[in-house]
């Protein structure tokens, strides 16, 4: 069982970036507590985080046979891409979106996610615990 952790764009910048909404844990630290739930769990997990759209689509692509299930934090890209969307429908990865801040109480525009329909389910609005929680799913099956 190998998973993937994936983290789009201003991900990289937890813990500095608007505390109030994405709380005060750096990306570093989100990473290391997945990390040590895997090695508990004796299974394998890569991490991954691109500001850059087509960075994260060859990563989805990549993951074809070699990757179980994909933990993504989309950031801005869930909104629009549809470039991401088509490389999580196109491979058919098994993928759980994840976000820090509950998308559906926010801005309208964060209110839809355009990679929904092609993922296994969405985990929102529990800070860094929605990422603990989506390996939780995983670990699980
Ligand atoms: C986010 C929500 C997105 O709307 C935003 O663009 C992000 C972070 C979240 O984790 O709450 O960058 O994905």
């Known amino acids: 069982m190998k998973i993937l952790v994936m983290h789009g764009p201003n991900l990289n910048l937890l813990g500095s970036r608007e505390k109030k909404i994405y709380g005060r844990t750096t990306l570093a630290a989100i990473n290391s507590e997945l990390a040590a739930i ?19 689509v060859g990563k989805i692509q990549d993951s074809r046979g070699k990757i179980d299930y994909i ?22 990865a098994k993928v759980i979106e994840v976000h820090l ?9 964060r209110q839809e996610s355009v990679i929904a329909p092609v993922c296994l389910g969405q985990i929102a609005g529990f800070g860094k615990d929605s990422y603990r929680l989506a390996l939780e799913y995983i670990l699980g099956r």
């Open 38 to 56: 895997a090695k508990k769990n004796k299974i394998a997990v890569e991490f991954f985080q691109s500001n850059i759209e087509g960075e994260l």
């Open 71 to 92: 933990i993504l934090n989309a950031g801005a890209y869930t909104h629009y891409s549809i470039a991401l969307r088509d490389a999580i429908s196109g491979v058919k």
């Open 101 to 109: 801040s509950n998308i559906h109480a926010r801005e309208k525009f």
